[in-house]
């Protein structure tokens, strides 16, 4: 009887330990750099390629850019694949950055759709660190494909650089 009502309840936590942390899904960085001057913080989803186009020229008219040897709009099959777009505030650093971790899908449970969670990590200085200044504000994004077109949900975590990871202008 035991035996049972044990096996019953590995095999139900089985099944419900991937709806509850997710499964792993594919993605791809399309682009990632940082925006100078004034511009806003977003996470943003997109789901057709006029709105790609956009954004992308957005982040090459205003952006330092990491994309690599090409500048060329990248592909993205929308009835399979969403993008997101994520970018923060403006900072006076240049040691800010921001990361998709991961993205998982998390199964629908009753009265929920199935969703898509895309990890998004922030790091940014300690409170306090002297750090050498730089000219403008600096704004940290990345532009990621993610297999799937269910709803998308941002978790964000936030990690303190160290002072002493940063560079400080030494005296003589």
Request: hydrophobic share 40%; aromatic share 6%; charged share 25%.
């Amino acid at each position: 009887m035991y035996r049972k009502i044990i096996a019953v309840a590995l095999l139900s936590l089985t099944f419900a330990l991937p709806a509850m942390t997710g499964r792993p899904a594919r993605f791809r960085v399309l682009a990632e750099g940082r925006a100078l001057g004034a511009v806003d913080a977003r996470a943003l989803v997109i789901r057709d390629p006029n709105t790609l186009r956009a954004v992308w020229d957005e982040l090459h008219t205003q952006s330092e850019l990491s994309l690599g040897a090409s500048r060329t709009l990248p592909a993205v099959d929308f009835k399979t694949h969403v993008v997101v777009f994520v970018r923060i505030e403006p900072q006076s650093d240049t040691y800010s950055s921001l990361e998709v971790t991961r993205v998982a899908r998390r199964r629908a449970r009753t009265g929920q759709s199935a969703q898509t969670v895309v990890t998004v990590e922030e790091r940014l200085p300690e409170t306090g660190c002297t750090m050498l200044g730089t000219r403008g504000h600096w704004a940290p994004f990345t532009l990621v494909q993610v297999e799937g077109s269910q709803e998308v949900v941002f978790e964000r975590v936030r990690k303190a650089i160290p002072c002493d990871e940063i560079p400080r202008i030494r005296p003589d």
